[in-house]
């Protein structure tokens, strides 16, 4: 996990200064990238990363959203982008290659874990009693 922002809370001429550290994780959809992305290896871009997800999940994904979010993956430094050659396939458009970098599978790992860590007894039955 990411530690990095400092959050100051209160006045600074009354000395009631609190200072708190935010955690920062990595997001569900930034971790769907990240696994794909390590997943395809060398034939990792764009439109691939995209189709993984939407098998995985059965959910559609915004070609938009997904260069967006590897752009913010890539300033956090979890990923490293360029371009391809031009390929006949993609009638001589480049790919945008997607590799993950060291700091990008600490935090997926990480991410992962927390994940297993808080799903450890709980019940996702439909038939359970609920609050409501």
Do not use: H
Request: proline share 2%.
């Amino acid at each position: 996990m990411v530690w990095g922002r400092l959050i100051l809370i209160g006045t600074v001429d009354r000395r009631e200064i609190m200072y708190y550290i935010v955690m920062q994780m990595i997001g569900e959809f930034e971790y769907l990238i990240l696994t794909s992305a390590a997943r395809l290896g060398r034939d990792s871009y764009g439109a691939s990363i995209r189709r993984e997800i939407e098998e995985a999940t059965g959910r559609r994904c915004s070609i938009g959203a997904l260069y967006t979010t590897l752009d913010r993956l890539e300033a956090k430094g979890f990923v490293k982008t360029w371009m391809g050659e031009p390929t006949p396939e993609r009638g001589g458009r480049s790919k945008r290659l997607v590799e993950v970098t060291a700091s990008g599978v600490k935090e997926a790992s990480n991410f992962f874990r927390a994940i297993t860590r808080i799903s450890k007894g709980a019940s996702w039955t439909t038939n359970r009693p609920t609050t409501r």
